[in-house]
């Protein structure tokens, strides 16, 4: 196989960088994308020359006014797309915003109508259920302190 035929098969997924973010009750940040029908972590994709982490720190920044620190990796989540291409998912710990922060979001008026705070039972219900998995999968990560790799929001290992 020559170089150019080795490059043409090469994966070039999108990738994209969210955080997850608590208030003090362990409720967890989703906003309302007004692009979506459906509530989203904050979050977006990768530029170029920039790493997941400095995408997730730049978008949090945009689309929510606020500038806490991010915290560890806890989930990469691989999501085939033969229509739009594959995608590569990152998932960080926000950790918990302090009220001071909360009071000071401001969001992006251009990209986000709203946000709030839910607790994980009420996830399914506002999300698309591949990132419903993801963030579960998340929480579940951020208290085992261990990052997860999931393929479309699932553990490869159920599957076997």
């Known amino acids: 196989m020559s170089e150019n035929e080795h490059e043409a098969k090469m994966a070039r997924p999108r990738m994209a960088a969210g955080a997850l973010f608590f208030d003090e009750a362990d409720r967890i940040l989703l906003v309302e994308p007004s692009y979506k029908d459906y509530r989203d972590v904050p979050g977006g994709y990768v530029e170029q020359g920039e790493s997941p982490r400095q995408a997730c720190v730049r978008e949090v920044r945009e689309e929510l006014g606020i500038e806490p620190p ?6 990469v989540d691989w999501a085939p797309n033969p229509g739009e291409g594959d995608k590569v998912l990152y998932l960080f710990d926000g950790g918990r915003l302090s009220a001071d922060l909360r009071h000071r979001i401001a969001l992006q ?5 709203g946000y ?8 399914p219900g506002l999300t698309i259920p591949r990132l419903a998995r993801r963030i579960a999968a998340a929480v579940q990560a951020r ?3 261990l990052a997860a790799y999931l393929e479309w929001g699932e553990s490869p290992e159920s599957s076997v």
């Open 70 to 75: 991010i915290g560890r990796l806890l989930v």
């Open 109 to 113: 008026a251009d990209e986000l109508r």
């Open 116 to 123: 709030g705070f839910h607790t994980s039972d009420q996830v």
């Open 143 to 145: 208290a085992d302190g």
